[in-house]
């Protein structure tokens, strides 16, 4: 068992380390353009919370929630404040940028590079924020199930 727990943490070091690079490459190209960007807790937020949900949804039993009833119950539990949360995110980024845009924040790139920067932008953010919401509208569903087997086992 002891092995086990050490491959778990191991796997879950791993994982955060490629969750870390993937966001560092998302956000490295917005950190070279822009002068002050106003969603870098939110951006980073929804990168972080897409890979490890995903994650989780697809390989609960390799993570560490594999022999963790109660927390599966307590994920299931959260998930719609979550849910919310991420949606309210998501509708406040779509309003500044609907407001405001963003040629505040990319005021030093020139015409041509302020077009693409915010369609890449506005694409990550939006491709992130829905992988997300996505992932925790799936996450619920998938403990259920998981929680469902442990107590029903060869169902």
């Not at 996505?134 to 107590?151: E, F, I, N, Q």
Request: hydrophobic fraction near 55%; aromatic fraction near 14%.
């Amino acid at each position: 068992m002891e092995k086990k727990s050490q491959l778990f943490i191991l796997m879950e070091l791993i994982w955060w380390v490629v969750t870390a690079i993937i966001a560092f490459a998302v956000l490295y190209p917005i950190y070279q353009s822009t002068v002050d960007y106003p969603f870098w807790t939110i951006n980073i937020i929804f990168i972080v919370a897409a890979v490890t949900i995903i994650r989780l949804v697809f390989l609960t039993k390799f993570s560490f929630l594999a022999d963790s009833k109660y927390l599966k119950v307590v994920l299931v539990m959260i998930t719609v404040p979550i849910i919310f949360l991420l949606v309210e995110q998501m509708i406040g980024f779509q309003s500044y940028i609907d407001e405001e845009g963003l040629n505040d924040v990319l005021q030093n790139l020139s015409e041509s590079d302020r077009g693409s920067m915010f369609n890449y932008i506005r694409t990550e953010m939006l491709f992130f924020a829905m992988a997300a919401i996505l992932g925790m509208v799936a996450l619920p569903v998938k403990m259920v199930k998981s929680v469902w087997r442990d107590y029903n086992p060869g169902r």
